[in-house]
């Protein structure tokens, strides 16, 4: 049984792949799990080839693997090589999306379409690939990052965005289900506002403060703070969670 201040420990010679990992919370995420020993794999579209060698400089194992995670050819290729690099995957953490700030009018199809592919059918593709391995393992640890927007609904976001995020919801429940009996973990996480440069490009500073008021412990989250718990999510301290929906908002539900 893990202990607590053992559970980095849980880390060491995993494999784990991150997507959306140039930036914000799956960088942060990423090179956390890096330093506690994983094979780390960075997937993004424009890649994380500084970060990746910046990290095998100093010892860890990282790769960088550019790839468009709503793109299903480009998805099989990645995950084939990484499971021909490493002959076996133990975490997935989808995390990769897009926000857009818009009115329903001013939605348009291609605009949906784009925003329910990355943020969700990424989810699915990703997902599809992995759990064959994870199933002949029958272990694994699948992370998806949905968001406060999914649980309630979002001040910042579009109704694709929301509806996407809505969407990992169920999507999580149902293969929690579905891959329980081969001992595989599925949780997703609903982070609130966060400092990272998604927040940055989608919350007006006129907003912030008036933001900051309606947070119960008063502050926007670091990245730190969704950082731990999806780390937590991906180590065997979680061991009997499966299909939760974890929310980590500063109290706003
Ligand atoms: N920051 C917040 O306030 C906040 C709040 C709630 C939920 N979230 C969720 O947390 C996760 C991380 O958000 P963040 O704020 O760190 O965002 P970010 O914009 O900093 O990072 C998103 C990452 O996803 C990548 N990405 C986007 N489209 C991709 C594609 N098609 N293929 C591969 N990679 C792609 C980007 O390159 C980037 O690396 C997202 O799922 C987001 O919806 C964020």
Redesign the pocket.
Known sequence: MTKPHEFTDNFKEKVAII??????????VAEAIAGYGAHTVF????G?DAIAADLNAAGKSALSLH?????EEQVKQAIATIFDKYGRIDILIN?????QIAKIEDISLEDWNRVL???LT?QFLCCKQVVPIMKQQRSGKIIN?????GHFRSKISGIH?VAS?AGVVGFTRQLAYELAPFQINVNAI??????????A???PPEAEQKLIDSIPLGR??S?EE?VNVILFLASELSSYMTGAIVDVNGGQL
């Open positions: 997507t959306g990992a140039s930036s914000g919370i799956g960088q942060a997937i993004s579209r424009s994380a790839c468009d995670v709503s793109n995390n990769a999306a897009i926000n592919a990355t943020n990424s990052v949905s968001s406060i927007a965005y995020k609903c982070p609130s506002q966060t400092y990272t440069p998604m927040l490009a989608t919350l926007i989250a990245m969704q």
